[in-house]
């Protein structure tokens, strides 16, 4: 029998080239084989751009987290700082306080312990005076270098 050629026409600005069949479907099959490898190398090319996005991204987050717990750990630190000098500055001012008070009362008991101060309230207030001669009396001791006093309580 007689082998029956198919040919098939592309039309175009070239010269007209006729093919037969299995040399057609021989440049359509490395046709897809040249698609199917550009395919790939473009999976693959996108696989490993994607890895490195992915290996960027995580290293970015590790960074934020890492400036995060910094910054954390330094408002914590600067509050603990806040807090201590309050805490010193209140210290040091009940200590004014309280210098301040000590410095009054100790005048107030300077100005009021004086013997004329006392005196003076004994004469005015109470109206005491100085003794007399006929008021004093005077004690001998034999032979003793001290003398014991009694209360009513301790006899």
């Known amino acids: 029998m007689r082998e029956i050629q198919n040919y098939y026409y592309e039309s175009g600005a070239e010269a007209h080239q006729f093919e037969t069949m299995p040399d057609h479907e021989e440049r359509l099959r490395r046709e897809e084989e040249r698609r199917q490898r550009e395919r790939r190398m473009r999976?693959?090319?996108?696989?490993r751009?994607?890895?490195?996005k992915k290996r960027k991204m995580v290293s970015l987050t590790v960074a934020v987290l890492i400036l995060g717990c910094f910054f954390s750990g330094y408002v914590y630190l600067q509050n603990g700082i806040t807090n201590s000098m309050s805490s010193i500055s209140k210290t040091q001012k009940e200590l004014s306080d309280l210098k301040a008070e000590n410095a009054a009362i100790e005048s107030r008991i300077a100005t009021t312990a004086g013997l004329d101060q006392v005196r003076k309230k004994a004469m005015k207030k109470l109206g005491m005076k100085y003794a007399t001669?006929?008021?004093?009396?005077?004690?001998t001791m034999k032979d003793e270098d001290y003398m014991s006093q009694y209360t009513e309580s301790d006899k």
Do not use: C, F, M
Not at 43 to 47: G, L, P, T, V
């Open 133 to 139: 001669s006929k008021q004093v009396k005077y004690y």
């Open 43 to 47: 999976a693959r090319s996108n696989a």
């Open 49 to 52: 751009l994607l890895r490195a």
